[in-house]
């Protein structure tokens, strides 16, 4: 079987009411691309019965695949660990809350594969949150692009597109999902952003508040200033050809004598 088109991955934290209508929303919003797809639903240690469901789903969809961990590990990781399964050369992530629309994603895969971008992010319109996360999100997006030099007009929107070869390079450490753009853009990712839809939360409970993301995120963005004033990077110019090994020419005069 050829590698798919595109590899969605989805981390999935105690969601088993959302993950029959996430499926569908997938396939409804890709509609004619779902067919060339991977659906990667990444299980983050649930107590409920978001496996169970995951796993009917593949049975019943071949599109559909699934990863559980053995206990709860965080959203970093799981990203992670869809991300190292993916098959496809570009790499969309969304929430399974059902609050992305996967309906923006052949768009953004549009852009990915015309050349133009590397990372395709967006901006969520009309947010469906209440006052105060929309509010802390403003402040904490606008503190994370101030004290890392980032321009990125909505970081905690959660739908993307990426390139894999690039996204295999990034390291991973928790919390540094938030910053996907920023740590590719050190791999020399081209950065779009475009419009997306956003849907309330209307199963299930939010795993994220202000007060449990505060000091993590303050700590996470001084780690991200680190890693940029460390990062390595380089452009070979030129080089020479490899010579033959030793090995190589040892065996070939010793074939030539012994005849």
Not at 63 to 72: A, G, L, P
């Amino acid at each position: 079987m050829s590698n798919p088109r595109l590899s969605i991955v989805v981390p999935i934290k105690d969601e088993e009411d959302n993950i029959a209508p996430l499926v569908e929303a997938v396939r409804a919003g890709l509609g004619e691309l779902y067919p060339q797809c991977e659906l990667i639903l990444v299980d983050d240690g649930s107590t409920d019965a978001s496996l169970a469901r995951m796993q009917g789903a593949a049975k019943q969809d071949p599109v559909v695949r699934w990863i559980s961990f053995e206990r709860n590990c965080g959203q970093s990781a799981a990203l992670d660990a869809g991300f190292k399964a993916a098959r496809a050369d570009l790499v969309a992530m969304i929430d399974g809350d059902l609050q992305n629309d996967p309906a923006d994603l052949p768009k953004m895969l549009a852009m990915a594969e015309s050349g133009e971008c590397d990372c395709v992010c967006g901006i969520r319109q009309k947010r469906r949150d209440n006052w105060l996360r929309r509010i802390s999100s403003k402040i904490g997006n606008g503190t994370r692009n101030w004290l890392t030099h980032e321009s990125i007009k909505d970081v905690g929107c959660s739908i993307r597109v990426m390139r894999r070869e690039q996204l295999v390079r990034v390291k991973m450490f928790r919390g540094m999902h938030r910053f996907l753009p920023t740590l590719l853009r050190l791999e020399g990712a081209r950065i779009k952003e475009i419009p997306v839809r956003h849907h309330p939360r209307t199963r299930g409970k939010a795993k994220y508040g202000v007060w449990n993301r505060l000091w993590a995120g303050l700590r996470d963005i001084f780690a991200v200033r680190w890693m940029q004033s460390r990062h390595v990077g380089y452009r070979i110019k030129a080089q020479s050809d490899p010579r033959p090994s030793d090995a190589g020419s040892q065996s070939s005069s010793s074939s030539s004598s012994s005849s």
